[in-house]
């Protein structure tokens, strides 16, 4: 049995904020009685789903709502039973508009009978079994997982990275799921690695969360022990720093393997899973029910009582707030998602989606903001910033609307932690700007393509023409 062991490897960058776990020593509870969701046809990377309910049809947990007819689309559940009262746009947190499955209660959690557990006997059973599931990455990414399991056969993993570090502040989602569902989690790693015969698995644990690894590796044990097999699953202890729990991060601490800027984890042979999703996983396996249910973290200093709740997806931000225990001030700021790399609602009618991880309800006092005052060049955003990338310069080019420049500092290799905001004195909103200079370099990359495109086709009529 390998002892858990620090990693020799550390990422450049990062940055320590207050962790904030108030919430890892509370058990989850399962928040019931919901009038009703709304279901958001896309809730993953990738195309929209097809909506497959009309008003009036009776749905059951379970029952197919929204069906994924392209590549890198992947199911949607229904995940109350009750009625379709409604198929409609909304507009979506990050402000797009979006078809949407308004399904009003019958308050009997009727599961739907086709709801049985898989009988996956091949690595293709495996793959659409995992697709059927409507799983998609848990950890805040919402990437298909049966995209991710199933890479290009000269690409194949050799070695399944767990990513059990959850360095954002506040949550304790996957830490509370580590340490009621240990079993499950793997079940599903080994599920994994027999049918993407992955030979070794690392999980990858913050050293503040020592009670994880002491859990992993006493299911480890325990695994061995019943089975007389000796699985290479390694628990390991990682540096607790911001954003340790980042894919490439995470990748390189535990391998020393570089994933180069543009490329995937599957490039360098890892294949990085959520502790969350590979739990779905080995419960899928057992009980048939597609991703219908999420487990998030409720924090912050305006709730009455913060805690881990499982709740439906599709549920109503405010639903849950209120059946969570409430406010005790009016918040002032709500956030999806962690402290660092969380958006801030401006409604909160959004019904959450399956990449949704955290609530965070904050009054004044977290959320009075300081001036931004002019950069002093101290250079703190560049050291802090884990991608090597030159924050103060790609704000500069940013507030200038130069793509060129933004595309000589890599603006798109920019993973949004949050580090170069965190870090800096003057306190200036770079994450920000650095999210609109992503938005104004696809603009512009989309604008030259379509521009190619035309200039081809009209050189392609000129050349047909009689001359
Ligand atoms: S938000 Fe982007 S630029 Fe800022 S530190 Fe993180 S990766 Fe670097
Ligand atoms: S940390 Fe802030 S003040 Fe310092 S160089 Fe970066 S943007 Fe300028």
Redesign the pocket.
């Known amino acids: 049995m390998p002892l858990p062991l620090r990693s020799l490897h550390a990422f450049a ?1 990062g940055v320590h904020p207050l962790g904030n776990k108030n919430t890892d020593v509370l058990p989850s509870i399962h928040l019931h009685g919901f009038k009703e969701v709304e279901l958001l046809m896309q809730q993953h990377i990738g195309p929209p789903c097809t909506c497959v309910v009309k008003p009036g049809d009776h749905v059951d947990v379970g029952t197919l709502v929204g069906r994924a007819d392209k590549p890198m689309s992947v199911p949607i559940h229904s995940s109350i039973s009750g009625t379709v009262k409604e198929v409609h746009y909304v507009v979506s947190a990050n402000g797009a508009p979006v078809e949407a499955v308004r399904i009003e209660s019958d308050f009997n959690h009727t599961i739907n009978p086709f709801c049985k557990p898989p009988k996956v006997e091949s690595f293709e059973d495996f793959v659409q079994m995992i697709r059927d599931s409507g799983l998609v990455g848990l950890g805040g990414a919402a990437f298909p997982t049966y995209i991710k399991i199933n890479p290009p056969k000269n690409k194949m993993p050799d070695t399944l990275i767990v990513n059990a570090a959850e360095c954002e502040p506040y949550i304790t989602a996957d830490y509370r799921q580590i340490c009621e569902h240990p079993d499950d989690i793997i079940d599903g790693i080994l599920e994994v690695m027999k049918w993407l015969e992955i030979p070794k698995t690392i999980i990858g644990v913050e050293d503040n969360k020592p009670l994880v690894t002491r859990i992993f590796s006493h299911e480890i044990k325990k695994r061995i022990y019943k089975t007389g097999k000796h699985p290479d699953i390694e628990v390991r202890t990682l540096k607790t720093i911001y ?1 340790q729990g980042a894919e490439k991060m995470l990748i390189y601490t535990l391998t020393g393997r570089k994933v180069p800027p543009g490329k995937l984890p599957i490039d360098v042979h890892t294949l990085v899973m959520n502790v969350s999703t590979l739990r779905f996983i080995g419960l899928y396996l057992k009980e048939g029910i597609p991703l219908t249910r999420k487990r998030m973290t409720l924090d912050g200093s305006a709730l009455n009582t913060p805690g881990n709740f499982i709740v439906p997806i599709g549920a109503r931000i405010q639903d849950i707030i209120e059946a969570a225990g409430g406010t005790r001030e009016e918040p002032k700021k709500i956030i999806m998602g962690g402290a660092m790399m969380g958006v801030a609602l401006d409604r909160i009618d959004h019904g959450i989606i399956k990449a949704n991880n955290a609530i965070l309800v904050f009054g004044s006092e977290e959320t009075t903001l300081p001036p931004e005052s002019p950069c002093i060049r101290c250079a703190r ?1 560049v050291n ?4 090597d ?1 030159i ?1 103060c310069g ?1 704000d500069k080019a940013t507030r200038l609307r130069d793509t060129e420049m933004l595309e000589k500092y890599h603006v798109m ?9 965190y870090a800096c004195p003057s306190k200036r909103f ?2 920000q700007s ?1 999210k609109n200079g992503k938005v104004m370099v696809r603009a512009e990359r989309a604008r030259i393509k379509k521009e190619q495109e035309l200039l081809a086709a009209s050189q392609q009529k000129g050349g047909s023409s009689p001359s």
């Open positions: 960058g954003p955003c802090s910033c884990p991608m990338l924050p790609i290799d920019c993973i949004e932690c949050g580090c170069c905001t770079l994450t650095i």
